[in-house]
Nanobody
Framework: QVQLVESGGGLVQAGGSLRLSCAAS????????MGWYRQAPGKQRELVAT???????NYAESMKGRFTISRDNAKNTVSLQMNSLKPEDTAVYYC?????????????WGQGTQVTVSS
């Protein structure tokens, strides 16, 4: 079965940086769109950024200019470089992938990694 595993979460001071990584593994044949979403306590999960195999990106407005998403198609990994972090960025960050596995296309999610930004 396919699984997505995130790493890189942690505690950082406001204005600092953090880099998240995610690797897709298992019986997968082709990974299409990948991205990052986040969920803060008491709030709905929201889009952070997405990226296609060709490198086209999409960012939530509040993240533009501060966050950068990238991917390595050969390794089936996606990363999120977060700069100028704010306390409002505190949330659980989830990796997402839309991929082909066992003859069907489906959405997959990672377990989530905690990012805490202190003031």
């Amino acid at each position: 079965q396919v699984q997505l595993v995130e790493s890189g979460g942690g505690l950082v001071q406001a204005g600092g940086s953090l880099r998240l990584s995610c690797a897709a593994s298992g019986r997968l044949f082709r990974v299409y769109a990948m991205g990052w979403y986040r969920q803060a306590p008491g709030k709905q999960r929201e889009l952070v950024a997405t990226i296609t195999p060709g490198g086209s990106t999409n960012y939530a407005e509040s993240m533009k200019g501060r966050f950068t998403i990238s991917r390595d198609n050969a390794k089936n990994t996606v990363s999120l470089q977060m700069n100028s972090l704010k306390p409002e960025d505190t949330a659980v960050y989830y990796c997402h992938a839309y991929l082909l596995s066992l003859g069907s296309l489906a959405n997959y999610w990672g377990q989530g990694t905690q990012v805490t930004v202190s003031s």
